[in-house]
């Protein structure tokens, strides 16, 4: 069965740092655009970070352009997103994604790992 597992959210004053990584199970990792959501409470999903396969290119959202990082371990099928200098704003589930390479859309995604800025 083909996962997304998230981690790394938590708890965090404004101005702090996280880590959330996503590891990918079966062989939905490889040769897969991967990319980090979010869904603030009452707000549609929106897209944060995206990755070629290649790890090559990297598209941000501009409200976090900057401060977020998207990085990927195709060794160890893992996709990881750095936050660093967080708002109050940037409270929100993170969800990990996986694209369908004929539509370039996600097809899977993982249960979210939710993040809280405190100020």
């Known amino acids: 069965q083909v996962q997304l597992v998230e981690s790394g959210g938590g708890l965090v004053q404004v101005g702090g740092s996280l880590r959330l990584s996503c590891v990918a199970s079966?062989?939905?990792?490889?040769?897969?655009?991967m990319a980090w959501y979010r869904q603030a409470l009452g707000k549609q999903r929106e897209l944060v970070a995206s990755?070629?396969?290649?790890?090559?290119?990297?598209d941000y959202a501009d409200s976090v352009k900057g401060r977020f990082t998207i990085s990927r371990d195709n060794a160890k099928n893992t996709v990881y997103l750095q936050l660093n200098s967080l708002k109050p704003e940037d409270t929100a589930v993170y969800y990990c994604?996986?694209?369908?390479?004929?539509?370039?859309?996600?097809?899977?995604w993982g249960q979210g790992t939710q993040v809280t800025v405190s100020s």
């Open positions: 994604a996986a694209y369908n390479i004929f539509i370039n859309r996600p097809d899977t």
């Open positions: 079966g062989s939905i990792f490889t040769g897969r655009t």
């Open positions: 990755m070629n396969s290649g790890g090559t290119r990297s």
